[in-house]
């Protein structure tokens, strides 16, 4: 019987977390299942792994993403998980490199992806924040209107953080892609 090992961690930077899960797979501890802050791990063979994360939101309908992940799986890729719209995938690491986007064209339309959902969360966020602690809130100190508003606002700050990180990486890739014509 393997050994398992479970994390509580929670990542709000969706690279850092797919480092970690390396740096996990290294040790060899490979990643078998994960939630929102949750992760399961097996113990195997240290760097048997190579750990990919993506979101695969706005691939089209569910038939498309099923195409896109039998085709990753004819390329030696396997599926580990897919939880809302975030996929862990693997491949063996005695196979070569591992990288979902080999070209700077196909990494800006998946760096857009992820952007403009950040952006829509980052957005209606500071929405909600904003009727709810100006327009919605009363005069009473104890106002549920207040808290979720201050709530919202607080979920639009993290959130502002890795929406800044794929602002900036977008706006190096534009450049790469115009100056090298990729």
Excluded: C
Aim: aromatic share 16%; charged share 25%; glycine share 6%.
């Amino acid at each position: 019987m393997k050994e398992t090992k479970i994390k509580l961690r929670l990542f709000f930077d969706y690279e850092k977390e797919e480092k970690w899960v390396n740096h996990m797979a290294e040790k060899g501890w490979h990643l078998t299942t994960f939630g929102i802050g949750y992760y399961a791990f097996k113990k195997g063979d240290p760097g048997e792994y190579i750990y990919r994360n993506e979101m695969i939101y706005e691939l089209g309908s569910k038939d498309d993403r099923k195409e896109y992940i039998d085709f990753l799986q004819l390329s030696g890729i396997e599926l580990v998980k897919v939880v809302f719209n975030w996929a862990y995938f693997r491949k063996k690491a005695s196979e070569g490199p591992f990288e979902l986007y080999s070209d700077t064209s196909s990494k800006l339309a998946y760096l857009n992806r992820v952007f403009y959902l950040f952006s829509s969360v980052f957005f209606i966020n500071v929405l909600i924040g904003i009727v709810n602690t100006t327009l919605l809130s009363d005069e009473s100190k104890n106002s549920i209107n207040d808290f979720v508003g201050g709530l919202n606002i607080g979920i639009a700050t993290i959130i502002l953080f890795p929406l800044l990180k794929v602002i900036n990486k977008r706006r190096n890739l534009k450049q790469k892609l115009e100056i090298f014509n990729d």
